[in-house]
């Protein structure tokens, strides 16, 4: 089972902030976010290994709350780069691992 | 320089016929997978391999069948049981480090039937 992302797409202003949810029914042990460019390869992001940690990328930071079986991706500030579908990433087994359902983002000017 | 290579970029295949996609990895990783997307749409796992001469199903492997006959090759294979191939194929690999399995993915395939 996929973990479910949202919004499913959003569409922000340069400057304007957003925040990606991403939600598995099963247990998560680690999170990956990644980002990808049309007709490209995903680019990894980041990832979040303990309960409640957070991490930054440049104005790009994440949370991971195990208990929830959740994370979130803050998107601060938002620049043109920052147009692109974000996955989040999860290890269901050994070596098995998947991805959410993606968000669009469209950074306009 | 190190890094995944598929190929070929772009594929055109004939209904009934099989299609195979390479993928050759030179950063010395265990782990190789195989996914696919469909336009709007997330990744889905097709097969992976943990080890040489090992892989499991992943959770849309039907049509599909792979090897792993060398640690740095893991070539996936669509066959024409494959209702509905046309799709971006990913191919990718992890390391396993004290922070976690990172994936490292290739430039992708884009396989249209015709």
């Known amino acids: 089972q996929q973990p479910v992302q949202s919004p499913q797409a959003v569409i922000l202003r340069e400057g304007e902030d957003a925040v990606i949810n991403c939600s598995s029914s099963?247990?998560?042990?680690?999170v990956h976010w990644y980002r990808q460019k049309h007709g490209e390869a995903p680019v990894f992001l980041m990832i979040?290994?303990?309960?409640?940690e957070q991490k930054g990328h440049e104005k790009i930071s994440a949370s991971f709350n195990e208990k929830k079986q959740q994370s979130s991706l803050y998107l601060t500030a938002s620049q043109l780069s920052y147009s692109g579908t974000y996955f989040c990433?999860?290890?269901?087994?050994?070596?098995?691992?998947?991805f959410g359902t993606g968000t669009r983002l469209k950074v306009l000017a | 320089d190190g890094g995944i290579t598929q190929s070929p970029k772009y594929l055109f295949r004939k209904e009934g016929q099989n299609v195979t996609l390479s993928c050759e990895q030179n950063?010395?990783?265990?782990?190789m997978y195989w996914y696919r997307q469909d336009p709007g749409q997330g990744l889905r796992l097709i097969y992976y391999?943990?080890?040489?001469?090992?892989?499991q199903k992943g959770d849309i492997a039907e049509g599909y069948s792979v090897s792993r006959e060398k640690k740095e090759s893991f070539p996936l294979t669509v066959t024409s049981a494959q209702k509905n191939p046309t799709a971006f194929y990913l191919c990718?690999?992890?390391?396993?480090?004290?922070?976690?399995?990172?994936?490292?993915f290739g430039e992708g395939s884009w396989l249209t039937v015709v």
């Open positions: 950063l010395n990783h265990d782990a």
């Open positions: 979040l290994l303990k309960g409640g």
């Open positions: 099963k247990a998560l042990y680690s």
């Open positions: 391999s943990q080890i040489v001469n090992d892989f």
């Open positions: 990718a690999s992890s390391v396993t480090a004290s922070s976690g399995n990172t994936i490292y």
């Open positions: 990433g999860t290890e269901t087994g050994t070596y098995k691992y998947i």
